[in-house]
């Protein structure tokens, strides 16, 4: 059974940068989307970003296209976000997520049966 351990949340002022990690354990996650969703306090665990099994394909929620990328290292079985461009609203606890059966949508939050067990990222005004 794979296992997922995030890493690099932290606290960080408004349009400062972090890059979370994701370590996999125990089989590869090639043959895996890989995705990153957060929740904030009060709030449902929403879609942040998706990587496809080669990294060719990639989605992100609105609210973080063009200062959020994911990227994936199969050969350290790792996925990464970085983060540019921070913004208050982006405060939550980030959870790295897989989707064993490579769906189609990547985007659903049902499709992933792997979670880690979350970093928390704080963005302060």
């Known amino acids: 059974q794979v296992q997922l351990v995030e890493s690099g949340g932290g606290s960080v002022q408004a349009g400062g940068s972090l890059r979370l990690s994701c370590a996999a354990s125990?089989?590869?996650?090639?043959?895996?989307?890989m995705g990153w969703f957060r929740q904030a306090p009060g709030k449902e665990r929403g879609f942040v970003a998706a990587i496809g099994l080669s990294g060719g394909s990639t989605l992100y929620a609105d609210s973080v296209k063009g200062r959020f990328t994911i990227s994936r290292d199969n050969a350290k079985n790792t996925v990464y976000l970085q983060m540019s461009s921070l913004k208050p609203e982006d405060t939550a606890v980030y959870y790295c997520?897989?989707?064993?059966?490579?769906?189609?949508?990547?985007?659903?939050?049902?499709?992933?049966?792997?979670w880690g067990q979350g970093t928390q990222v704080t963005v302060s005004s």
């Open positions: 125990g089989r590869t996650i090639s043959g895996y989307h």
């Open positions: 997520a897989a989707d064993r059966f490579a769906r189609a949508t990547m985007t659903s939050i049902n499709e992933y049966d792997i």
